[in-house]
């Protein structure tokens, strides 16, 4: 027998232990039970039941007040009705040539170089980092750069947050047939464009809202802001309710875009693409019918304490006074030491009895016997998950995601996959993951996603949902038109991409 059979073995006697041992007993006493007779059940009331009501009563009122308190106070589900995730026009489409004549056009247009672009270096600079990404051809650039000169006016980015957000949110309500004024509770996030009035009053303004809909608007907080906004409508929903919630999760790339000559800051243009998802969740139990997921559970991890965690993501000026991101060199040793906290959170909720118990061995074993145990015992997550919607924030990110975790390629494949064909859409990358493995045919019913996303501050932040049926893609999923053509196959070597055919759904 392999070792992979025995661990298979293990974990289902451990898993089923309980009922493994409580069959037997049920099946003795009922054995003992079908062999009682009236005398002995009157001997049974009058020699005990009888004589011990005092005891008796009590203990049976407190379990009445218990299960009822219970009931009462228990945290009500919530349910994930629908979501969409917004597909930019065709016209939008951006190759990495494309992209590469983009960030020429913003040097070219900037009033500092005179309209000169004299110095190549950045040009082979930004080229390697776009060939190595793991970026395809078919990502989607912003109306107002995709201009010669582009438009990086504060009305273009407000134009690009508008037609992403009212996209999404128009298809979200046509597959739903929800009334807008049904939504109780709203929250929007947006890391780096937050203009006055919001983008929640925007969104009110827009579909409008009933006046006294609660409404949020979250900036700054990175591209884990996404499981922050269900976190908080999640909250919200255990408080108010029969109601709606409605999350949108966006980010902003016009207005955003860096000029300069600081390589680090430079390495974000490479990333960011157009996209956004607009979320709708609900705490009316008719919805549960008719609801894609339940949500199971939400951790939040924020190491932000730490200096060298704080500043591996920071916006600031160049030494040029330009404005930009800037990704440390330590971003990467910062996301890994983040998720294996957050891990070590979320661990204990999702895992079976069988990895706790063979994680706490190894603890104890390692405590004891430091020289002898290297290393701590790594959860074989995959016995409580079935899909990983891993963030799309680079492909460095998903492998080292891909390595800590022990995944399989197809695993992360919705993640890679995503990188792709949309890019890095910030917070609302987790979306267009999820909508890849529907339409690929996967979700099934009782199947667990989790969703981990990675921000700046430095956060991760996870979000676990179990699909209530067979889930199916979504009327005009992102993926529709292109399913077919994924996964692709990447060239470790050179690091380009090229598409390898999938007849049908795997």
């Known amino acids: 027998m392999t070792s992979v059979n025995v661990k298979l073995l293990y974990h289902y006697v451990i898993t089923n232990l309980f009922n493994l041992c409580f069959f037997p007993l049920t099946a003795i006493v009922a054995g003992k039970a079908s062999r009682l007779t009236i005398d002995d059940l009157h001997h049974l009331y009058y020699s005990y039941l009888q004589h011990n009501l005092i005891t008796i009563a009590p203990l049976f009122a407190f379990t009445v007040f218990?299960?009822?308190?219970?009931?009462?106070?228990?945290?009500?589900?919530?349910?994930?009705?629908?979501?969409?995730?917004?597909?930019?026009?065709?016209?939008?489409?951006?190759?990495?040539?494309?992209?590469?004549?983009?960030?020429?056009?913003?040097?070219?247009?900037?009033?500092?170089?005179?309209?000169?672009?004299?110095d190549s270096s950045w040009l082979e600079f930004l080229r390697k980092i776009q060939e190595r990404s793991g970026l395809g051809d078919e990502t989607h650039g912003p109306e107002g750069l995709l201009q010669v000169p582009p438009l990086k006016t504060f009305a273009a980015a407000r134009e690009e947050t508008e037609q992403v957000i009212i996209g999404a949110l128009e298809n979200l309500f046509k597959n739903t047939k929800v009334n807008?004024?049904?939504?109780?509770?709203?929250?929007?996030?947006?890391?780096?464009?937050?203009?006055?009035?919001?983008?929640?009053?925007?969104?009110?303004?827009?579909?409008?809202?009933?006046?006294?809909?609660?409404?949020?608007?979250?900036?700054?907080?990175?591209?884990?802001?996404?499981?922050?906004?269900?976190d908080l409508a999640k909250d919200l929903l255990?408080?108010?309710?029969?109601?709606?919630?409605?999350?949108?999760?966006?980010?902003?790339?016009?207005?955003?875009?860096?000029?300069?000559?600081?390589?680090?800051?430079?390495?974000?243009?490479?990333?960011?693409?157009?996209?956004?998802?607009?979320?709708?969740?609900?705490?009316?139990?008719?919805?549960?019918?008719?609801?894609?997921?339940?949500?199971?559970?939400?951790?939040?991890?924020?190491?932000?304490a730490d200096d060298k965690s704080f500043r591996c993501v920071q916006q600031g000026d160049d030494e040029s006074g330009k404005t930009g991101v800037s990704l440390s060199k330590d971003i990467t040793d910062v996301a890994g030491r983040t998720v294996k906290k957050n891990i070590a959170t979320l661990g204990p909720l999702i895992l079976p009895l069988s990895e706790k118990l063979l994680f706490f061995v190894t603890f104890i074993a390692k405590k004891l016997f430091k020289d002898k145990v290297k290393h701590y015992y790594v959860p074989d997550f995959k016995l409580a998950i079935d899909h990983f919607c891993i963030h799309a924030g680079g492909r460095a990110v998903i492998d080292v995601l891909e390595k800590n975790l022990a995944l399989a390629p197809i695993d992360v494949e919705a993640s890679r996959s995503t990188l792709h064909r949309f890019g890095n859409t910030s917070s609302s990358s987790i979306w267009y993951e999820l909508a890849y493995i529907e339409a690929k045919g996967r979700m099934k019913k009782g199947n667990k996603v989790w969703q981990i996303a990675l921000g700046s501050g430095f956060k991760c932040n996870s979000a676990v949902w179990v699909a209530l049926s067979n889930v199916k893609a979504s009327t005009n999923s992102p993926w529709e038109h292109c399913i077919d053509r994924y996964p692709v196959q990447i060239d470790s070597d050179s690091a380009k991409?090229?598409?390898?055919?999938?007849?049908?759904?795997s």
């Open 238 to 304: 255990h408080v108010h309710k029969n109601t709606y919630a409605l999350v949108v999760s966006t980010e902003n790339i016009t207005y955003n875009i860096y000029a300069g000559d600081n390589k680090s800051m430079m390495v974000s243009n490479c990333l960011f693409r157009v996209g956004g998802a607009a979320i709708l969740l609900s705490n009316k139990p008719r919805d549960r019918r008719g609801s894609k997921y339940e949500l199971v559970h939400t951790v939040r991890t924020h190491t932000g």
């Open 180 to 230: 807008p004024k049904e939504i109780g509770i709203l929250v929007v996030n947006s890391s780096m464009f937050n203009p006055t009035p919001s983008l929640s009053a925007m969104v009110v303004n827009t579909f409008k809202l009933r006046s006294n809909v609660r409404s949020f608007n979250l900036g700054g907080m990175g591209c884990s802001a996404g499981v922050i906004a269900i």
């Open 497 to 505: 991409s090229e598409t390898r055919v999938q007849n049908g759904r």
């Open 66 to 118: 218990g299960s009822v308190l219970y009931i009462v106070t228990r945290p009500k589900p919530v349910y994930l009705v629908e979501y969409s995730c917004y597909l930019p026009p065709t016209h939008c489409r951006s190759s990495i040539s494309k992209v590469m004549d983009i960030f020429y056009q913003v040097r070219k247009a900037d009033p500092s170089r005179n309209g000169t672009c004299d």
